[in-house]
């Protein structure tokens, strides 16, 4: 598994159309067929902030190598550019210890107090 961890502060645009922009990124990882279930991807951002942190995780190098020829995924990208003003940071991530199993994506956010 590659996981990666892209950071950077929302400086042009609205934060709702920049939502709906996230939201159709990931609508699009979810409906593509060649890559459906070998991507992972979460966006957060920090309460009351324009900082925003999105956690990428691939299956394989070969997943990456599909997810950046497609379209959406160039678009999006330099969608984030724009939107961050070009400071935007992507890092690889190792994991060291990780719970046996990790939450649902159905569970609420304990950040969010429903937990």
């Known amino acids: 598994m590659k996981n990666f961890l892209i950071k950077y ?6 934060e709702r159309e920049w939502h709906q922009a996230i939201a159709r990124f ?3 990882l979810d409906d593509d067929p060649d ?4 991507i992972s991807y979460r ?5 009351d902030d324009k900082a ?9 190098d070969q997943v990456i190598k599909v997810l950046q020829q497609r379209e959406y995924f160039k678009r999006y990208t330099e969608a984030t550019k724009h939107v961050a003003g070009g400071d935007v940071v992507v890092s690889p991530l190792e994991i060291i210890a990780e719970t ?5 994506p159905s569970l609420p956010s304990l950040a969010s107090g429903g937990g």
């Open 9 to 14: 502060r929302l400086t042009n645009g609205t």
């Open 26 to 28: 990931i609508s699009a």
């Open 35 to 38: 890559l459906k279930g070998k």
């Open 43 to 47: 966006c957060m951002k920090i309460r």
């Open 52 to 60: 925003y942190y999105h956690l990428a995780a691939a299956a394989d």
């Open 100 to 104: 046996a199993h990790p939450p649902p």
